[in-house]
Structure formats: structure tokens, C-alpha cells
């Protein structure tokens, strides 16, 4: 089966950088993804990393190593709006669904 | 706004009852995905629809059951409603049922099992 470990929470100021690490156990790997949840509502995609390296999309940047199956998410100039719940995601072994971790909560303060 | 459509936004229910949680995909997305969220157990997969056939099964339990019709809209059926049931609905579509496409979700249904 697959399994994903990502902290729970994480706090953060207004302007600083945070990194949502994320470990994945698979039997067979296509890519790991990222979304985020604002409180009460829908899940919305923000990356897709399926080689290793670090893929940048404005202030939100998303690295996978497929070696130590691990990735992480950096959000960097951090805004009160970046509050949110962040799942990380990998398909299952079929690759015909996309299996989620727990998420973690993001708050940011002023 | 995804695009994705689910009816009904809220649902109150009582034990032992039966549901029907209705999805409209994206124009042009072939399939669907169920998700179950409860408070502190994150996003669980229960099933995914591709085109009109079941393609992968999740956590689903035996007492609930969906299906995708030809015009490719979905229903999720939950049926003997428990308490533990409560929980937010939500449903996905993709263009196609390739691992790691970009999922589009839907606003969810929120199930109160009294």
C-alpha cells in the first residue's frame, strides 16, 4: 500500500519562507503532488513533481528526491492568505487513484 | 470556481437512513473520484469512475456504492447512515485516469448523521 508522513502543523510570520516536508512509502511511483485546503473548502492543485528537482510556480516551490522518497513544499513571502491545510499526494500502486497524507496545517501571523 | 459540481452542499440526516450525493465533472473530464473527509483523518479515497467503469476502489465501506452514468455525472449512495458517518463529501474529475493528473474537486457535500 501507500503511506505518507508530513508534520501536522506548522507556524510561520507574514513574509518568512516555510518548508512542508513530506516522506511517501509506494510500491510503485509516478510523481508526488501537492494541494491546498482552505478551511471548509475544496482541495485546489498546486504542483505535480514526478522528476527529481525543484519545479518553482511564483512564490510556491515544490522539490522531489525519488531516491530518499521524499519531497517538500516551500512557500516563501508568506502571506496571511497562505493559512491553509497542505496534502501531499501520491497515486496508489495501480496509479488509478491518488492516495492523500493527513495534511498539514499551515498558520501564518501576523 | 473548478468547475466541478456537487449537490446537495448540505445534508442532515438521521441513523439508519440512506443518502444520495450527486457529482457533475468538468466538461470534458472522463473521470471522477470520491473522497471522505472526516476531521482528523484527511482525504480518503473511496473510488474512482473512469468513462463509466469502476477503475480503482478505495475505503469504501460495503453499505455505500456509486456509480457513473453515460452522461458521466456521478452519484455516491450511502445507505444504513452511522453516526461516524458524518463527514465531508467530496468529489474530483480529471480529463483522463492517469496517476498524478491535476484533480479538480468540487465544493462537497457536508454529512451531518444525527
Known amino acids: 500500500g501507500q503511506s505518507l508522513e508530513q508534520p501536522s502543523e506548522v507556524t510561520a510570520v507574514e513574509g518568512a519562507i516555510v518548508q512542508i516536508n513530506c516522506t511517501y512509502q509506494?510500491?510503485?511511483?509516478?510523481?508526488l503532488s501537492w494541494y491546498q485546503q482552505h478551511d471548509g473548502g475544496a482541495p485546489t492543485f498546486l504542483s505535480y513533481n514526478a522528476l527529481d528537482g525543484l519545479e518553482e510556480t511564483g512564490r510556491f516551490s515544490s522539490f522531489l528526491s525519488r531516491s530518499d522518497s521524499y519531497g517538500y513544499l516551500l512557500l516563501q513571502e508568506l502571506q496571511m492568505k497562505d493559512s491553509a491545510s497542505y496534502f501531499c499526494?501520491?497515486?496508489?500502486?495501480?496509479?488509478?487513484?491518488?492516495?492523500f497524507g493527513k495534511g498539514t496545517t499551515l498558520s501564518v501571523s501576523s | 470556481d473548478s468547475g466541478v459540481t456537487q449537490t446537495p452542499k448540505h445534508l442532515i440526516t438521521a441513523t439508519g437512513q440512506r443518502v444520495t450525493l450527486r457529482c457533475s465533472p468538468r466538461s470534458g473530464d472522463l473521470s471522477v473520484y470520491w473522497y471522505q473527509q472526516s476531521l482528523d483523518q484527511g482525504l480518503q479515497f473511496l473510488i474512482h469512475?473512469?468513462?463509466?467503469?469502476?477503475?480503482a476502489k478505495g475505503n469504501i465501506l460495503e453499505r455505500f456504492s456509486a456509480q457513473q452514468f453515460p452522461d458521466l455525472h456521478s452519484e455516491l449512495n450511502l445507505s444504513s447512515l452511522e453516526l461516524g458517518d458524518s463527514a465531508l463529501y467530496f468529489c474530483?474529475?480529471?480529463?483522463?485516469?492517469?496517476?498524478?493528473?491535476?484533480?479538480?474537486f468540487g465544493s462537497g457535500t457536508q454529512l451531518s448523521v444525527l
Open positions: 509506494t510500491s510503485g511511483f509516478y510523481g
Open positions: 469512475y473512469y468513462n463509466g467503469e469502476e477503475r
Open positions: 474530483a474529475s480529471s480529463v483522463t485516469s492517469r496517476a498524478g493528473e491535476k484533480l479538480f
Open positions: 499526494a501520491v497515486p496508489n500502486q495501480a496509479g488509478t487513484a491518488l492516495i
